[in-house]
């Protein structure tokens, strides 16, 4: 149980265009929802957090504008990364909690290798 | 100071080795601790938690020491399979978010 699956696995793509990147929790109702962000050689780190049906939490440097947060069911949430950019070139790994609220454990996806040319 | 910290290695070790990592962590009223496995280009995965108690996992032990605030890893009897880039996990309080340590490599040696 408790499997997060990711799509796509990897996409390559120009300077300038958005991307979208979905996150399913597949047998269970995550009510939350965590984006984030590693690039080589560095640990994870923490874009966002969304609870279903509201707006996401975006840390600290983390622009809300460049990475869109759709949150819409409980087993679906999305990351849109506006504008790509070189710079914006990592890995992108989402993970769900079954509860809001409180320690849950996460389930993490496989991730998202993006490159931007 | 980084709020959680590992050696980042790499640890290079002979297979049957026991090899020991340490974790440090700033936030006095961190409350769940926990020991994730990546491998290259994949997503982590939850190798033990680490309780007060220390916990035992077949070849993997955990420990806590909450007044020196560091967790550790020991991997005994160290198989080729093992080779991975162990990372430290701490769980804030009231946050409840998931701070990850930068991670430490082993490469376990034939």
């Known amino acids: 149980g408790a499997v997060v699956s990711q799509h796509p696995s990897w996409v390559i793509c120009k300077s300038g265009t958005s991307v979208k990147i979905e996150c399913r929790s597949l047998?269970?109702?995550?009510?939350?929802m965590f984006w984030y962000r590693q690039f080589p050689k560095q640990s994870l780190m923490l874009m966002a957090t969304?609870?279903?049906?509201?707006?996401?939490?975006?840390e600290q440097g983390v622009e809300k504008d460049k990475f869109l947060i759709n949150h819409a069911s409980l087993t679906l949430s999305t990351l849109t990364v506006t504008s790509a950019h070189p710079e914006d070139s990592s890995f992108y790994i989402c993970s769900a909690s079954p509860l809001a609220g409180g320690y849950n454990e996460q389930f993490f996806g496989p991730g998202t290798r993006l490159t931007v040319l | 100071r980084k709020e959680v910290e590992q050696d980042p290695g790499p640890f290079n070790v002979p297979e049957g080795a026991t090899v020991a990592f340490n974790c440090t962590y700033s936030n006095s009223a961190s409350q769940s601790f926990f020991w994730y496995r990546q491998d290259c280009r994949k997503e982590p995965k939850l190798l033990m938690s680490?309780?007060?108690s220390g916990n035992e996992d077949g070849r993997f032990t955990a420990q806590l020491n909450r007044a020196s605030q560091y967790i550790s890893l020991l991997i005994r009897d160290s198989k080729l399979s093992d080779s991975a880039t162990y990372l430290c996990v701490v769980v804030n309080s009231g946050t409840y978010k998931y701070i990850f340590g930068t991670g430490t490599r082993l490469k376990v040696l034939a």
């Open positions: 047998d269970f109702q995550a009510t939350t």
């Open positions: 969304s609870n279903e049906g509201s707006k996401a939490t975006y």
């Open positions: 680490v309780y007060s």
